[in-house]
């Protein structure tokens, strides 16, 4: 019996540095005929006054949703959708993901899906989502308590991680995203495990983290 293999998933770039200078040069940003962007209300607060600078002359509109695991869920995605048609967005348009693993998962999927299926970028704003949830093209939401239960395999076309978002996270998730650098050097990088191992004062505050922490993130793409 003849087979076809499946395509292997490509890997999308990894643009790591000043969110600014980063997404200005993504063509996909310039091609898009709609552009929305998908934050919760503290990564709005937070987040999108740094990645402003970059949309000057873009016409875009914002779909702000409540933060929180709790609304990893079909009705937030209910009102993405509504947003989106509101907005015209065709196959063609975009949308930037701005916030962490719960925007990420939820902004990935909803694209994911609209008519089948259209363009999307990943711009982590959590430790952990930079280091680990935005890489994979893992996208998806929770149902019936079941966490990840509903999604889709859907590489965005880059991931733009800027460790500067990290100054304003409070300091219990840079903890949460610390573990799983931890979970992964331990298993796989030795590297990875002696940088960690140098985070111990850095730890007292986002601002000295991010100083110490010199590219340990998209170790999920180094290592694989
Ligand atoms: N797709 C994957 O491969 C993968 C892997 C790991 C985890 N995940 C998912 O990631 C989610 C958890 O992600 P998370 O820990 O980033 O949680 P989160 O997205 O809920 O963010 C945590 C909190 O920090 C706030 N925040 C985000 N960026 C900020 C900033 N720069 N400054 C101040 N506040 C900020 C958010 O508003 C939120 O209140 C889970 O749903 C998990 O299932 C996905």
Redesign the pocket.
């Known amino acids: 019996m003849n087979s076809i293999a499946p395509p292997s998933w490509p890997w999308s770039p990894i643009l790591y540095g000043n969110v600014i200078e980063n997404v200005k040069e993504l063509d996909v940003l310039k091609q898009a005929d709609k552009l929305f962007i998908l934050m919760?209300?503290?990564?709005e607060k937070?987040?999108f006054p740094q990645l402003l600078p970059a949309l000057e002359n873009l016409d875009y509109k914002s779909i702000i949703i409540r933060?929180?695991?709790a609304e990893?869920q079909l009705e937030t995605c209910q009102e993405i959708w509504r947003e989106l048609i509101k907005g015209g967005c065709t196959r063609h348009s975009l949308l930037i993901n701005l916030?962490?693993?719960?925007?990420?998962?939820m902004g990935g999927f909803c694209a994911a899906v609209f008519k089948r299926g259209f363009s999307q970028i990943q711009i982590?704003?959590?430790l952990?989502?930079q280091v680990?949830?935005?890489?994979?093209n893992?996208?998806?939401i929770?149902f019936m308590h079941i966490?990840?239960i509903i999604g889709a395999f859907s590489p965005p076309e880059a991931i733009v991680i800027d460790p500067k978002?990290?100054?304003?996270?409070?300091r219990r998730?840079l903890v949460?995203?610390l573990a799983?650098l931890i979970k992964h050097a331990l298993i796989y990088d030795r590297d990875l495990w002696q940088r960690c191992l140098s985070f111990g004062k850095a730890l007292a505050s986002p601002t000295a983290f991010v100083k110490a922490d010199s590219g340990s993130c998209s170790y999920k793409m180094r290592s694989s």
Not at 40 to 43: A, G, I, K, S
Not at 99 to 105: A, R, Y
Not at 165 to 170: I, S, W
Request: one cysteine or more; glycine letters at 18%; proline letters at 7%.
């Open positions: 919760d209300d503290n990564t937070y987040c933060p929180g695991e990893k916030g962490g693993g719960v925007i990420g998962d982590p704003t959590t952990l989502s680990d949830a935005s890489v994979g893992k996208t998806g929770d966490k990840n978002f990290l100054q304003t996270l409070p998730q949460s995203g799983e």
